[in-house]
Each structure stands twice: as C-alpha cells, then as structure tokens.
C-alpha cells in the first residue's frame, strides 16, 4: 500500500545510503525498520506486564500453594532417592 510520510532531509538521505548499501530499496527498508520497531514494542509491553505481575506481593492464598508444590517436590525427590 502507498502512503506519504514526512522526514527530516538528513534522514531521507541516510534512509537513502542505507538502502543501497544493502541493495533494497527505500521502502523495504522502512518497512524492515518498522517492523522491528514494533516487534520491539510488543517485546517490551510484554515485559512491562510480566515486571508488574511478578513484582506484587504473593496474597496468602498463593503462599500457600507454593509452600504446598514445594513440599510435594521435596517429597518426591526423598522417594525417589
């Protein structure tokens, strides 16, 4: 699909020498550009979830759980050995 974007000059021309050098042209390298800008967003909005998530304090519900999957582990090691 066609679109117009505006760009500083400086960045036309490096976009340009850019492209050249690695024998694409113009708009395949915007596009690779975008694409890993966004890929790179995604990344870290999944991150800034996952940071928020485990950064709260486990409730007591959830201490218990845990403390109840470790002693099954513990257990099950002692029987296996």
Known sequence: MKTAISLEGRLLQEADRTARQMGISR???F?????????????KEILD????VYAEDPG????????EMKR???ATIRDTW
């Open 27 to 29: 708009s395949r390298l």
């Open 31 to 43: 596009s690779l550009a975008l694409e890993n800008y966004l890929r790179k967003r995604r990344n």
């Open 49 to 52: 979830q996952l940071n928020e």
């Open 60 to 67: 007591p519900e959830e201490r218990r759980i845990v403390a």
């Open 72 to 74: 099954r582990f513990h």
